[in-house]
């Protein structure tokens, strides 16, 4: 049974993932809406998708089954309650939200509606988790009791064309978005591995120098001078996982910008720009090979237009041979892929939960325990540092 949807903001992102929801199987046909109606009408019409909706309650209003909430990321909780109120499945770009209280809200919404709502988390298909994952299935590692996930992209890397593009002329007072409220690349990417969850964390956050108007206090509608930050939470059942989100690094172009490493008592998986490295004690072994993705991405010209250069790294990748991509429908082939090989396998478990009526991976238990501690670690950063208790929703009902 096939379901329609509609895509909610047509900003630089949507297109890639428009794409592949039109051409599922599990997908019957796709609109469109943004605050900017040409956009909207320019990704429908490049794309080939079924029709523009003039704002997000006419859309709300409409017969689609499902929304893509690709808006603003800090708009993102209100708008997916409303969408779930409104007896839509949802798919949500990251952040999952901005607040505890928002992240509630959502979970509240999904257990009173029985709706799907999944969060895009790239880093739950990044190689790396994926090969944790088997190893940490296997039991290869003995105990984990440290890891690390890091999101390390530079401005210079696109970031100030991005902000540009979604925000208007006052685009430096949201290009100051607190780097901890974006934590799911590098948390996502342990947690989708290592089963546990944060319960405590300190944070430091660096204020930036550059004084060019981006992450300045006076202009920012965060209130946040911080471009980068460092975290260290306590994890339940022990254990620790130390994240960096950097937004002024010197990054070379074209290194993975989320990088983990997972430590265990009896193994060590190790990835850093030069490779990715198995310790077993003894040997050495090198698993690059098996983490690298592929070439040939997006082939649709349609879908990068617009796109900052240096941003199209984000877009182009194909899978590694990590991935198990046995299960996706062959009309994805040749299609638009990215972040390390995740688009096409985030659409196929979104339309196939919805069809299946069951739990996403990234669910909204889930999407809480990679979100809510980075929102605290932003707040002990704030506080010099104070260590904090990290709240938990729990486990998903079932």
Known sequence: MSFAL???????????????????????????????????????????????????DAMLASDVDAVM????????????????????????????AISREEIGAIIEAVEETGLTYMMGETSYYNPITVLARRKLAEGAFGRVFYAEGDYVHDMDHGFYDAYAYSGGEDWKRTASYPPLLYPTHA????????????????????????????????????DNDFSNATALFEMAGGGS??????????????VPESRFVFYGTEAILEQNSGGTFWHAKSPLEDLS??????????????????????????????????????DLPESFAGLPNGHEGSHHLLVHEFVTAVEQQRL?????????????????AHESARRGGERLAVDDFGNPPG
């Open 187 to 222: 948390i996502g990417g342990v947690l989708g591995a290592w089963d546990a969850h944060a319960v405590s964390v300190s944070a430091i956050g660096i204020p930036d120098t550059r004084r060019d108007g981006v992450f300045d206090r006076t202009v920012s509608m965060f």
């Open 6 to 56: 509609g895509v909610v903001g047509a900003g630089q992102f949507a297109g890639s993932f428009a794409k592949l929801f039109k051409a599922h199987p599990g997908v019957s046909r796709v609109t469109a809406t943004d605050l900017l109606p040409e956009r909207a009408e320019r990704l429908v019409r490049d794309l080939g998708l079924d029709g523009v909706e003039p704002d997000f």
């Open 69 to 96: 909430m690709f808006t603003q990321r800090w708009t993102h909780g209100p708008l997916v309650v409303r969408a779930l109120r409104a007896g839509k499945h949802v798919y949500s770009a990251v952040p999952m």
């Open 360 to 376: 996403p991976a990234v669910n909204a238990w889930v999407a809480a325990r990679y979100t809510l501690p980075g929102i605290v």
């Open 241 to 254: 996982m130390r994240t960096n989100e950097f937004r002024r690094v010197g990054l070379a172009r074209g």
């Open 289 to 326: 090979e098996q983490v690298r993705p592929g070439k040939g991405g997006a082939t649709d010209e349609s879908v990068l237009a617009g796109v900052a250069p240096e941003l199209l790294d984000s877009f182009v990748s194909g899978h590694a041979p990590v991935h198990d991509i046995s």
